[in-house]
């Protein structure tokens, strides 16, 4: 059985930490959870919800029909009640957020030690909350199920704190930022690690600047923004490549163009992460699709970067963020070593001893010696699994996406007949996705309104996507799988 629960409030009433304690409560008790975030860009008041779902098997995205709506307020209730499932149960008053927190517990007839042990860890207001909690659950009467406790050990961590980690693994000496939504929770878990610089500058201009300079002393540097950061970073990252410095830097989208809504998701920047800069370089763009993946793709972009000497981007956006998973098995990470040369870097072309030139003979063998990176680089990517298979691998149906819309497409596909190929490595682009596609009926699915990947897909391998097969959502929002799997039904062959 799978379950969908809504917890709505303003800013400030504790709509998030009910739910963190209720993931990590249920994921304690074996229990597969997935959480998201929405709120608005203010402090206090607004309206804000966050959807948590969590089954006894594994769970990767929401559903837009909701079994219990918490409402810390009553606008909780006019916007979302419509959602409700008829046999839904609604939870309501004038109570704090830990009271719901007991009632919840009982509910779903889980260990009030549990509940109790997180408290007090969170240490603030324990004994307050406390006496909440349990009012609440001696409270409740009714009781939904009676959950299996299982043995399994999960872990539960969200984008963010994948791509932190990943970082870590790959020995990160300093990470530059100036705060952009939805990238700025980086800077406090990179805050928290040991031996890692965390540098707050007044751009991001200087962001990347400073990341530059402490590249080239042999530091491993990670720079992180959404997209109008990353915008003013290209010029400087444009030096990157004709100066040969390796830096990785996170991109997390949230839509545009401007300010766009800077608390929402959107995969727009795509093409922007495939052809920033003036002139000719390549770029590694890799796009995981979930924590786990976060991890190991930051550290592979970390490698690549340093071995190649070249800018790595990492690809993300609000919803992989900021979102809650479960995840089942432990990440592989590889060493990085950092052999960055102190000499002399420079922005124009150089000579052998790293002096100006327009000489051109040495400009000719200076673009032709970069070039043959991408070939390099193609080769060496090959250690890793640039895109993976899920589905019905031999179904004439085939879904192809990148990134955050992972979960929603394989929760939807579940007794379908389609397959689902998930592209982790946009530059360098596997040659074997050609093969994977090839004559098959091809199914879209991204989170922005022009289609990027399917012009990827068009230029590396001559295939074009129809436009009735493509599924585009641009109003901000993530997919929900149960609508998701309405849409991919219609398409099937």
């Known amino acids: 059985m799978r379950y969908n629960i809504l917890i709505g409030g303003e800013a400030g009433q504790g709509p998030n930490i009910l739910t963190q304690v209720l993931g990590e409560g249920l994921v304690k008790n074996g229990n597969h959870v997935f959480y998201s975030r929405n709120y608005q860009s203010l402090i206090r008041g607004g309206h804000n919800f966050n959807i948590l779902t969590f089954s006894e098997e594994p769970v990767l995205s929401n559903d837009s029909k909701i079994d219990i709506l918490v409402c810390l307020d009553n606008k909780t209730e006019e916007i979302h009640k419509k959602n409700l499932k008829k046999e839904g149960i609604i939870l309501k008053g004038n109570d704090s957020n830990m009271y719901y927190a007991g009632r919840i517990f009982k509910l779903f007839c889980l260990d009030f030690k549990l509940l109790e042990n997180r408290l007090k860890e969170i240490g603030n207001k324990f004994k307050e909350n406390l006496s909440e909690a349990k009012k609440g659950y001696e409270e409740e009467t009714k009781t939904v199920c009676k959950i299996k406790k299982q043995s399994e050990d999960h872990i539960f961590l969200n984008g963010n704190q994948g791509i932190s980690e990943g970082a870590v693994k790959s020995n990160i000496k300093f990470y530059y930022a100036y705060p952009m939504t939805p990238a700025t929770p980086i800077m406090n878990e990179l805050a928290s690690k040991k031996d890692v610089n965390v540098i707050e500058l007044e751009n991001e201009i200087a962001v990347i600047n400073a990341g530059i300079g402490s590249s080239i002393v042999g530091k491993n540097v990670m720079v992180g923004t959404s997209g109008g950061g990353f915008d003013l970073m290209t010029e400087a990252l444009s030096m990157t490549g004709v100066a040969e410095i390796p830096i990785v830097v996170y991109l997390s989208q949230r839509p545009g163009p401007g300010t766009g809504v800077a ?31 976060a991890q190991e793709l930051t550290n592979q972009a970390f490698y690549l970067s340093q071995k190649y000497k070249t800018p790595s981007i990492i690809l993300g956006d609000k919803h992989l963020a900021e979102s809650f998973y479960t995840i089942h098995e432990k990440s592989s990470f590889i060493e990085i070593k950092n052999k960055t040369p102190l000499t002399r870097y420079n922005s124009y072309e150089k000579d052998e001893f790293g002096s100006a030139t327009e000489n051109p003979e040495i400009i000719k063998k200076n673009i032709e010696k970069r070039n043959a990176k991408a070939k390099e680089i193609k080769i060496e990517s090959k250690k890793f699994q640039n895109y993976k298979l899920f589905g019905k691998k031999d179904s004439k149906n085939l879904i192809v996406s990148w990134g955050s819309t992972k979960g929603a497409i394989i929760d939807s596909i579940k007794n379908l007949n389609c397959g689902f190929l998930q592209i982790l490595y946009l530059e360098p682009f596997s040659e074997k996705i050609k093969e994977e596609i090839l004559n098959k009926n091809l199914i879209l699915i991204e989170n922005n309104t022009s289609s990027p990947l399917s012009e990827l897909i068009a230029k590396k391998t001559g295939i074009f996507i129809d436009d009735k097969n493509k599924i585009l959502r641009y109003d901000g929002n993530p997919f929900f799988a149960d609508e998701l799997k309405y849409e991919i039904e219609k398409r099937l062959k």
């Open 263 to 293: 608390t929402s998701t959107s995969q727009g920047d795509l093409n922007l992460a495939l052809n920033f800069g003036h002139g000719e370089f390549f770029r590694i763009v890799l796009a995981p699709g979930d924590p786990k993946e």
